[in-house]
T-cell receptor, first 111, second 111 residues
Framework: GQQLNQSPQSMFIQEGEDVSMNCTSS?????WLWYKQDPGEGPVLLIA?????ELTSNGRLTAQFGITRKDSFLNISASIPSDVGIYFC???????????FGTGTRLQVFP | DAGVIQSPRHEVTEMGQEVTLRCKPI?????LFWYRQTMMRGLELLIY????????DSGMPEDRFSAKMPNASFSTLKIQPSEPRDSAVYFC?????????FGPGTRLTVL
């Protein structure tokens, strides 16, 4: 099925570093969501974005809804070991409840 | 508040057997989604319901898969007969608006 282009595919960083990942789509979305999945668990919603240009923070996490409505990024500042996991972007188009998921970014944080 | 509840958490069965996965959505949510996750294909939407009515089942792989939602607090995903290629983690999610909340998943292994 349709998937969003998410990059990078994986990241290996040192504790304390900042992280940035992004998603792009060929079509316009009206909602962007960012999820984190830990091993053996379901994805957990981190941030939801509803307006083009919207910038939203949740603790050390910041996400933005791109002006073109075709992209979004997620930043994590001052990474810590518990940030380890897979991060997924997801979006919905108009007039549908279906979420289209990105391919995921696997984050590894070394102490 | 209880999140999305799925059972069983793990299921190991033999090829040809019937498998039934269960989901209890978050109270008050009017949409329910069934996903399948594999390493190769990522997160795939199988089917979703709105107000207990199936809206889009285009992701259901074949006739061996069926899903029901007899009331607002319960849904099942059935595979009959199961095949080894059905082995995956199956997630249920529910939402009231565009923000979907996932259950912990059922890890299915078909031998």
């Amino acid at each position: 099925g349709q998937q969003l282009n998410q990059s990078p595919q994986s990241m290996f960083i040192q504790e304390g570093e900042d992280v940035s990942m992004n998603c792009t789509s060929s079509s316009i979305f009206n909602t962007w969501l960012w999820y984190k999945q830990d091993p053996g668990e379901g994805p957990v919603l981190l941030i939801a974005l509803y307006k083009a240009g919207e910038l939203t923070s949740n603790g050390r996490l910041t996400a933005q809804f791109g002006i073109t409505r075709k992209d979004s990024f997620l930043n994590i500042s001052a990474s810590i070991p518990s940030d380890v996991g897979i991060y997924f972007c997801a979006g919905t188009s108009y007039n549908t409840d279906k979420l289209i998921f990105g391919t995921g970014t696997r984050l590894q944080v070394f102490p | 508040d209880a999140g999305v509840i799925q059972s069983p958490r793990h299921e190991v069965t033999e090829m040809g057997q019937e498998v039934t996965l269960r989901c209890k959505p978050i109270s008050g949510h009017n949409s329910l989604f069934w996903y399948r996750q594999t390493m190769m294909r990522g997160l795939e939407l199988l089917i979703y319901f709105n107000n207990n009515v199936p809206i889009d089942d285009s992701g259901m792989p074949e006739d061996r898969f069926s899903a029901k939602m007899p009331n607002a607090s319960f849904s099942t995903l059935k595979i009959q007969p199961s095949e080894p290629r059905d082995s995956a983690v199956y997630f249920c999610a529910s939402s009231r608006d565009n923000e979907q909340f996932f259950g912990p998943g059922t890890r299915l292994t078909v031998l």
